[in-house]
């Protein structure tokens, strides 16, 4: 994050582990594993030991690209791919494939290097090789215990170059936790050496108290003075870490000591730049070696303390103390007082905040006569108010800029921790956000820099009288609708949307009402967006929006091929996202400027929820071309998980009125969905699923939509396109078609139903063979069965006609209707189920017994009764069935 922090990577992307194969190892497997000095026997792509990273070649890829003429596409990153794939990917699988002996003869060479006395760039080369071989699987690898216990003493011994040290100490990382380490950090003095031995010590998982000790030993080594001794800048990510991990294992002298050191570093660190290391040239002389003063972002002079924001050619020791200093900075004030204010007064203090008197005083307060922790607070709000004026100056340099906006992004975060520990300092810390937050409104490039600006003013708002809805709604309307391409800002807004919830109180209905551009956010970066979303999604949902989400939700593939037609329109598409070149789309943005297509493409494209919704079955034609962009196909993979989170929030408040609306949806919206590739399949498998549960939550749906649901079954096309969905319906319709469950239910209804069902039956099982007949799945020809039988069994008078139809089914040889879709075992399985429905029949009181239980026979409990459970009774007619088959009739 900041400047001078970052330690060069070492460590390669985790991959799943290769099965081990028998084949000759490849040309980079005997690369790395060949004696150190031989040759290999194909020159490699990329060095064995620093293979790129994908965003290197991403990005030169890019340049190639633009060197060329061409926009930054989809091409430029699939030419990074493949270069990524042709290279790092072999080199990664072919160290993955790596047998153990092998890897033992390797180990073997690298302990004779490690037991010379001069260690050299052969030795290095050979680390560099383990390191990767150690690092490519998910799995350890399993290494001489000599070897181990070499790359500890290398690790350890005083004389060994830095690159080896920290070689040695991210092989055994990688090898954590072992069981034989014997590594102890007591008597190193090295403040380099004793970060890459304590970060080996960390990883074991505190077995042995590692952390304890590691800790001890870091504060001696801090608490001594020797103005020459080892700089402490090495040691500051150990502390953090010992934070995180066990912050018990502080004492309170220990803690005072790092307060006093960290106002040090942050307020007293030199304004003057360090001195450059010259060779004693001719040109070298004195007056050039003089050090001249840090300067701010935009070059001018810095006239007050050193921050992370200072520039300069070089820097001094206590100035990189300073940027490790703020680094740690928010974590250390949160292990300090994670409760909240500490001090005897504090609720005096908090009483009398609002005061002038307070704020003064608060202000002019001697802050050596502090404690080391209120001192510490005092330096670190004086810091963060120096960044934030730092961060209105205007960069010289993009990286400034960027670096700019990230400290400006941590300030505000210390600055809220700093105001729930401590309430005066928040009076001093809102004029100076509310300047900030009118500034930043009106620079789109900056708007992640606004989402730790809202997250305070959600903290503190109500104890500074302080109303955040204007910002709430500038960030979930306009930032979101304009900048919904943004990967990382998309990311930060869902996040903060999410963990910012039981902050929201009466602004959450802002949050609601906003549920279209947050699925624009979806839309576009769906597959790292969808857990984020599952979880904000209950919180979406009302009475008032269920209807219009649920409509969003099935449109939204549609809506990401809209959002890539919008870029494509936009006047400034260079500076837009990739998209895929190869789509030739030439009529879809013609089309889209028809005035008939523009009400359609506005509301899809909507910034708030409207109450209303729209037939988009025009626009879906229209941007049907986009349809198998490889974004609208991953976006329509989340669908259905984000369908099963919508009912399940649904049901829990959903009333019969509701019920009846979404079930209606169900019905209607089952035809009529953007076309993807496997779209529909999946989907209608969720929206059949969810009716089922929308009928068991309000049975009396069925008597209620009774017109709708005949509309449904009486097409025979549905057989065709909504397989599931009909099946479903066929099975609630058997099911809920009953007087138990609703006194309305007639015997006209019940026949109504049996003559729509029994011609959807004889269509797809007796109707000659067509190149239009749609094929049937054998399921939905049982339920068929099925349903029919229960309604005969209700009304006695259509028994006769069901027991000769399924007499037929019986002993019928399969359709060509049912033959294009079943197979012999499924044709089989239709009559077994025909034969065993027409024994039921035969006794039609023990059919409706059987086929229309009551809710008591429902319950779990009259199943396990060994005297009345329903498997008895089955057991019991089929018993007399088979006595007296030759007296009944049929």
């Known amino acids: 994050m900041f400047r001078g922090l970052r330690a060069p990577g070492l460590k390669v992307p985790d991959s799943q582990p290769a099965k081990a194969t028998k084949s000759p190892p490849g040309p980079v497997a005997q690369a790395l594993t060949a004696p150190v000095g031989q040759a290999p026997p194909k020159p490699l792509p990329w060095s064995a030991a620093c293979p790129p990273r994908p965003r290197d070649v991403a990005r030169d890829a890019t340049r190639k690209w633009r060197a060329v003429g061409g926009a930054p596409g989809v091409a430029a990153a699939a030419a990074a791919a493949g270069m990524f794939s042709a290279g790092a990917e072999s080199l990664l699988r072919q160290a993955r494939e790596i047998q153990a002996e092998e890897l033992t003869k390797f180990c073997s060479r690298i302990v004779k290097l490690l037991q010379e006395e001069e260690l050299g760039p052969e030795a290095a080369d050979a680390l560099q090789r383990l390191f990767l071989i150690v690092s490519a699987t998910k799995y350890r690898r399993k290494l001489e215990d000599t070897c181990v216990h070499l790359l500890q003493a290398t690790l350890c011994s005083p004389k060994c170059p830095e690159q080896l040290q920290l070689l040695c100490a991210a092989i055994l990382r990688e090898m954590s936790p072992c069981d034989g380490l014997s590594l102890s950090c007591d008597h190193i003095h090295s403040s380099r050496q004793l970060s890459l031995v ?431 962009c490889a974004r609208v196909v991953q976006c329509a993979e989340a669908v259905p998980t984000l369908l099963q989170a919508f009912f399940s929030a649904v049901t829990r408040f959903a009333d019969g009125a509701l019920t009846n609306q979404l079930a209606l949806l169900l019905l209607e919206r089952s035809d009529s969905l953007f076309q993807v590739p496997h779209y529909e399949d999946r989907v209608h498998r969720v929206l059949s699923s969810q009716f089922l549960a929308l009928c068991a939550l309000h049975p009396s749906l069925v008597v209620e939509l009774a017109k709708e649901l005949l509309e449904f079954v009486g097409s025979v096309s549905s057989v065709h396109s909504r397989g599931p969905m009909l099946a479903s319906v066929v099975w609630a319709i058997g099911e809920y078609l009953s007087v138990s469950w609703d006194r309305r239910c007639t015997v006209e209804q019940i026949n109504r139903f049996f003559e729509a069902l029994e011609a959807v039956l004889f269509e797809v099982t007796q109707s000659r063979p067509s190149a239009t007949l749609p094929k049937c799945p054998p399921q939905v020809v049982t339920v068929l069965m099925t349903t029919l039988t229960k309604l005969a069994s209700r009304s006695q008078d259509l028994i006769p006609r069901v027991s000769l139809f399924l007499s037929k089914m019986r002993t019928l040889a399969p359709s060509p209707a049912l033959s294009t879709t079943s197979c012999e075992e499924d044709a089989g399985a239709m009559r077994t189920r025909a034969t065993e429905l027409l024994a039921l029949l035969k006794m039609p009181s023990v059919a409706q017994f059987v086929l229309t239980p009551s809710k008591e026979v429902s319950e779990p409990r009259y199943h396990r009764d060994a005297n009345t459970a329903l498997p008895l009774a089955l057991r019991t007619v089929s018993r007399l069935v088979e006595k007296e088959t030759g007296l009944l009739p049929g």
Request: charged fraction near 20%.
């Open 198 to 628: 304590a970060s080996v010590l960390l990883a074991q998982g505190d077995k042995k108290e590692e952390v304890r000790s590691v800790g001890q030993r870091v504060f001696r080594v801090l608490e001594s003075r020797q103005p020459e001794g080892p700089s402490p800048r090495h040691l500051l990510p150990v502390v953090s870490k010992i934070t995180h991990l066990a912050p018990h294992t502080l004492h309170e002298d220990q803690t005072n000591l790092l307060n006093k050191r960290l106002v040090d570093w942050l307020r007293y660190a030199s304004v003057q730049q360090g001195v450059a290391h010259t060779s004693g040239g001719f040109f070298s002389t004195p007056r050039a070696r003089q050090p001249c003063p840090v300067t701010e972002v935009d070059g001018a002079v810095a006239t007050d303390f050193f921050t992370v924001l200072s520039t300069g050619q070089h820097f001094t020791e206590d100035q990189w103390l300073n940027v490790q200093a703020f680094s740690m900075l928010r974590v250390w004030l949160l292990h300090g007082d994670p409760e909240g204010p500490s001090t005897p007064d504090a609720d005096d203090r908090s009483e009398l905040e609002g005061s002038t008197l307070s704020v003064l005083s608060a202000s002019s307060t001697a802050s050596h006569l502090l404690p080391p922790r209120e001192r510490l607070r005092e330096k670190a709000f004086e810091y963060c108010q120096r960044l934030v004026e730092q961060s209105t100056r205007r960069a010289l340099r993009k990286g400034d800029s960027d670096l700019q906006k990230a400290c400006l992004v941590e300030a505000v975060l210390v600055l809220d921790v700093l105001c729930k520990q401590d309430p005066s300092f928040l009076y001093r810390t809102l004029s100076c956000l509310k300047a900030q937050h009118a500034r930043l409104c009106a620079d789109p490039s900056r708007a992640r820099t606004l989402l730790p600006i809202a997250q305070f003013f959600l903290n503190h708002g109500e104890a500074a009288a302080v109303d955040s809805e204007a910002l709430l709604r500038h960030l979930l309307t306009r930032t979101a609708c304009e900048l919904f391409h943004s990967p990382p800002l998309a990311f930060e807004l869902m996040c903060f949307c999410r963990d910012s919830l039981p902050l929201f109180g009466r602004n959450l209905d802002i949050l609601k009402w906003s549920f279209p551009n947050l699925l624009k956010l979806l839309a576009w970066n769906s597959p790292p967006l969808t857990s984020e979303f599952v979880a904000l999604l209950p919180s979406l949902v009302d009475a008032g929006t269920a209807v219009e989400m649920l409509h969003a939700l099935l449109d939204l593939p549609c809506l990401t091929a809209a959002l890539d037609l919008q870029l494509r329109l936009s006047p400034a598409a260079s500076e837009r996202p990739l998209w895929d070149p190869s789509l030739k789309i030439p009529g879809c943005l013609e089309a889209s400027r028809d005035p008939q297509f523009q009400g359609l493409l506005q509301h899809l494209l909507r910034a708030t929820a409207t109450g209303t919704v729209e037939r988009l079955a025009p626009l879906h034609r229209l941007l049907q071309p986009l349809a198998s």
